[in-house]
């Protein structure tokens, strides 16, 4: 564990569980690795849509896997009591979110891309940056005292794939077995539950994003573009 460096802490916000695991879970996990600290929050449970099992028996089946999930990658994680492809985008989310990191103090977070068409991946989207932008503000008084986020990111999603141009690539390749048994762990992932192919798309996309980089495996983010600009003294080399 590194102990030169201050401590970060990486908060990533997804609408259902298995949403942040696969598009930035292996970077959680090299934060973890590298001495910082992570936490994943699911602002729904994702209960709907197994073929198999009845709303309630598949929310506790995803309690489960949401917990394994977390502690394979080394992450706290909570989850919000807002219903699969019901949650709302209004005040009560987003002070839900100001609250949250107000609490936690993230150095960063990690969100959805607005371009999706998953209606409660947007609205993610939308709490969660209302939400940084209130947890910012002192002037807002909650119980906890403001606290900035310094920088956001949205991540690389299939279903988020409008407009998403990769921007930063962090290199995944040392904790990638560890990423794929923790997402694994989600039957979502495993296969059974929606055709969508998600272990090979993420293992399949790793690499690509790895090889636009010449590295072996890669997770790509993006940043807002006005949150791009870059004071320098002189223009780098790379
Ligand atoms: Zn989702």
Redesign the pocket.
């Known amino acids: 564990m590194e102990t030169s460096r201050k401590q970060l802490h990486v908060v990533a916000f997804?609408?259902?569980p298995?949403?942040m695991e696969i598009a930035c879970g292996a970077t959680l996990a090299k934060f973890v690795k590298m001495g910082h600290k992570a936490t994943l929050v699911h602002l729904t449970l994702?209960e709907r849509g197994n073929p198999n099992l009845s709303m309630a028996k598949y929310a506790e089946q995803k309690k489960v896997e949401v917990r394994e999930a977390a502690e394979v990658l080394g992450c706290d994680v909570r989850v919000f009591p807002y219903h699969d492809a019901e949650l709302p985008v209004n005040d009560e989310v987003q002070f839900m979110v100001c609250d949250t990191i107000r609490e936690l103090k993230p150095d960063i977070v990690i969100t959805h891309w607005e371009g999706s068409f998953?209606r409660?991946?947007l609205a993610t989207n939308i709490n969660v940056i209302r939400g940084v932008s209130w947890a910012g503000l002192s002037s807002m008084e909650r119980k906890l005292l403001a606290h900035k986020v310094g920088q956001l990111y949205f991540t690389d999603n299939w279903?988020d794939a409008e407009g998403f141009v990769p921007e930063i690539y962090v290199e995944i390749s040392n904790v990638f077995d560890q990423w794929v048994e923790a997402i694994t762990r989600h039957q979502l992932v495993r296969g059974g539950v929606s055709p969508f192919p998600y272990l090979e798309y993420y293992k399949a996309l790793a690499t690509i994003r790895g090889a636009e980089v010449r590295i072996p495996k890669a997770e790509a983010f993006m940043r807002r573009p006005l949150s791009r600009r870059a004071l320098v003294d002189l223009l780098p080399n790379y």
């Open positions: 997804g609408a259902h298995v949403d994702g998953h409660d991946h279903e």
